[in-house]
């Protein structure tokens, strides 16, 4: 999209560069060193108001949250409606929701869901949502002139069996600009959303997939500034999972708590 010039007289404020942006982030990563050299605690979350990231200022909270109900009970009045009758056999495979293939390299996206000691969640509604092949959503809002793609959506969900196991067959998704700052592109993402027993429970994340060149220069994944959290964002490419002439296979658990818990954007 074009941006329309500024009215005559007026004095531009310079672009913000990727070069400001990727200090900025060097630098905090350089703090973090530091204050763990020093002896501080492992931060294996981000801060809310991380600076390279700039609508994080203007997006977390910056009051005392206000609970939702004094009744313990009452939470179950916000319960998922969803069951195993909900969820259909297409669901889950995001190539076969239309009546022709979508564009670009198929992939199977699987891994389980675990607790902090390493114990399954059974029954957990696990949903997805990604941009297409050419790095666009099917969405209204996304105005990036990239091609939409008529027999991919970008949506799916299933849930976890008995050993906490999901999977997707879905399309890698391409990087697409964002206007953080001037020239900035995300890395090829997936977006997971987790319920629990209740919608106060859900968990939103995003994995990554692995050798990116864009990680450095994205400040989104880069406010995770632990460098073992960071990673546990990042799927591992799997041969045994893939399938002869058909899709690559990539793995990704996802830690709901605990020391290893796998960084969500509630950060939490």
């Not at 600009?177 to 209740?198: E, K």
Request: charge should be negative.
């Amino acid at each position: 999209m074009t941006t329309p010039p500024a009215p005559a007289g007026t004095i531009e404020p310079p672009a913000l560069t990727q070069a400001r942006i990727s200090a900025e982030i060097a630098a905090a990563r350089d703090d973090y060193a530091r204050s763990i050299a020093a002896g501080a605690p492992v931060r294996p979350h981000p801060d809310r108001d991380y600076a390279p990231y700039r609508s994080s200022t203007l997006r977390h909270p910056r009051h005392p949250l206000t609970p939702m109900a004094a009744d313990p009970e009452d939470v179950e009045l916000s319960g998922p409606v969803f069951g195993v009758t909900d969820i259909t056999d297409l669901d889950h495979d995001l190539t076969r929701q239309h009546r022709g293939e979508p564009q670009g390299e198929r992939i199977t996206v699987t891994g389980r869901v675990l607790d902090r000691s390493g114990r399954p969640v059974r029954g957990q509604l696990v949903e997805i949502w990604q941009a297409n092949a050419s790095g666009r959503y099917a969405h209204l809002r996304d105005q990036h002139p990239a091609p939409l793609d008529p027999h991919f959506t970008g949506v799916g969900r299933c849930l976890t069996d008995d050993q906490g196991t999901y999977s997707f067959v879905t399309v890698k998704p391409g990087a697409y600009p964002w206007r953080n700052h001037d020239n900035a592109w995300r890395p090829a993402h997936i977006h997971f959303s987790l319920f629990g027993s209740a919608f106060t429970q859900r968990l939103i994340t995003q994995m990554y997939f692995p050798g990116d060149p864009l990680f450095a220069y994205d400040p989104i994944l880069q406010s995770v500034t632990d460098d073992d959290a960071r990673g546990r964002l990042v799927a591992a490419y799997d041969h045994d999972l893939s399938t002869p002439e058909w899709s690559l296979g990539y793995r990704w658990d996802i830690v709901l708590d605990g020391p290893s818990a796998t960084w969500t954007e509630e950060g939490r």
